[in-house]
């Protein structure tokens, strides 16, 4: 059978443990001219921050007579196709897979997270973040012609604004990869490179911005323990300061 790939992003009442999706956006590849598209907004009980209405602009009013998550179309689908053989796509997709455990999901698809890709295969970007990506890498250009085919309407930290975003860097990654080895799959490639930790070369961010992480493991290897003991860091920066025996 040919494999599904279903990208797609979720919209919250906030970052907490005990926080909900109140929207989900969702494409649906079955082939190149068979793709469904999911925009849906949804209730819950949990209480919509004020901090989390400041970015997506979801207020409690939009959702009160929606469905809940488990009735969307979105949610039918996402279990209809939970297969090994079918690949769930996001952008740091462990916050949003961590939101459907919240609602029972257990997870069968093959993942692709686009943030730990990029890393891997955008090394040199400054950040990582989509909404960076977006401009960095000119995919904006591309979005009128996506949004036209899917007949969608893209914004800002909307979900499904922020799939149309995620397809369009998901192929640019895919060139990449093609670039570098036009034999292999590059699904499984992804695959792959999710599951594997980044080795980050360069600080991107306080004291030693714009030092090289090997540079400052011998001058510094004091104030580097103290960011391991003391920072909430990533995964990649823990594997990386393990990598050089930051203990």
């Not at 400054?126 to 890498?137: I, K, W």
């Not at 060139?175 to 292999?184: G, H, V, W």
């Amino acid at each position: 059978m040919v494999a599904k790939y279903f990208l797609f992003d979720t919209e919250t009442t906030g970052n907490g443990e005990q926080d909900r999706i109140i929207q989900v956006g969702g494409i649906l590849v079955h082939s190149k001219n068979e793709i469904e598209v999911f925009d849906e907004l949804c209730s819950c009980d949990v209480p919509i921050s004020i901090e989390a209405m400041a970015v997506h602009h979801i207020t409690p009013q939009m959702i009160e007579s929606k469905p809940s998550f488990l009735q969307t179309n979105f949610h039918a689908k996402l279990i209809e196709y939970n297969s090994l053989q079918n690949y769930l796509i996001a952008h740091n997709i462990s916050f949003d897979t961590g939101m459907l455990q919240k609602e029972g999901f257990v997870n069968n698809y093959t993942i692709i997270d686009t943030l730990r890709c990029a890393k891997h295969l955008l090394p040199h970007e400054q950040s990582h973040a989509l909404q960076y990506l977006r401009y960095s890498l000119g995919l904006y250009s591309g979005e009128q012609s996506e949004c036209d085919t899917l007949n969608v309407t893209i914004k800002a930290h909307d979900a499904i604004g922020d799939v149309v975003v995620m397809k369009l860097l998901l192929s640019k990654l895919v060139q990449e990869l093609r670039a570098k080895n036009s034999s292999s799959n590059p699904m499984e490639e992804l695959a792959r490179l999710t599951q594997t930790p980044v080795l980050i070369d360069m600080f991107k961010f306080g004291k030693y911005k714009g030092r090289k992480v090997a540079e400052i493991a011998k001058e510094d290897s004091g104030y580097l323990k103290w960011m391991k003991n003391n920072m909430e860091l990533d995964e990649d920066l823990i594997y990386t300061l393990n990598y050089y025996n930051i203990n």
